[in-house]
């Protein structure tokens, strides 16, 4: 099995969007220091969220700019039942990223994908790699594209 950055590499290729992934050298886990890190501002990352539906079991990735907050009424609505917050390690082992390193590309399964409409106000954004400290840069609408995500107000 390829390793989580060679899975976002090989996605993005796959979906023909160019991407230079940076190893940072510091952790990129939270939207601050990532912000610190690519010289952003923080509204410029994209969080990637992952929720579990409480009567499917199924997971979902939200795709969130840095600031906000997902307001999970809204994408209960969007997926069509009660969202919960899922559990680290069924994320792992399900989509093969870790919390802090989860990318909007490169998941082990089909995940159904939701992207904060709020991110398309901007030329660039950040995105995790599939590390701790590795992230890429991409245009919002190149990255929804790649990542099959749907663009919707998703912010609390």
Known sequence: M?????????????????????R????????EEAAEQCGCSTAQIVKSL???GESSGKLYLFLVSGPNQL??????????ETLKRADPRHVREQT??????????????????F????????????AAAGAHDAVFAAEPTALFAAARATAADLSA
Do not use: C, N, Y
């Open 24 to 31: 940072m050298g510091a952790s990129t886990r939270t939207a």
């Open 115 to 126: 992207a904060d409409q709020t991110l398309l106000s901007f030329d660039r954004v950040w």
């Open 50 to 52: 992952v929720f579990q």
């Open 96 to 113: 093969g990223f870790a919390i802090g390193g989860v990318s909007p590309l490169g998941h082990l399964i089909d995940i159904p994908a």
């Open 71 to 80: 307001d999970l009424a809204k994408a209960a609505e969007l997926v069509s």
């Open 2 to 22: 390829a390793g989580s950055i060679d899975r976002v590499t090989e996605a993005a290729a796959a979906a023909g969007l160019e991407i230079e992934i940076r």
